[in-house]
Nanobody, 116 residues
């Protein structure tokens, strides 16, 4: 069973930065794609960013493009989400997702709260 553990969430003022981490119990080099999603209260979970293993291609939701950066460190079996210029609307629980073979795995989430 693959386990994903997110960390790095917290309370930050608008305009500030946070870096989220997602550590996998399995080699991240074995994944096809890993990514970040988020879910705000009363809303559906939405895509934030993803990164592929082969090409390290990255994809971002329009709402975070230019502010967030996803990266991966296969030596540490970890992916990161650097979040800059945070806005109130970025407040959500952030989840890590990894695809291993035909299965997708999710972390338990980490809370990010942006205050004014």
């Amino acid at each position: 069973q693959v386990q994903l553990v997110e960390s790095g969430g917290g309370l930050v003022q608008a305009g500030g930065s946070l870096r989220l981490s997602c550590a996998s119990s399995e080699r991240t080099s074995s994944t096809s794609t890993m990514g970040w999603f988020r879910q705000a209260p009363g809303k559906e979970r939405e895509f934030v960013a993803s990164i592929s293993e082969r090409s390290h291609s990255t994809y971002y939701a329009t709402s975070v493009k230019g502010r967030f950066t996803i990266s991966r460190d296969n030596a540490k079996n970890t992916i990161y989400l650097q979040m800059n210029s945070l806005k109130l609307e970025d407040t959500a629980v952030y989840f890590c997702k990894a695809g291993y073979g035909v299965y997708d795995y999710w972390g338990q989430g980490t809370q990010v709260t942006v205050s004014s």
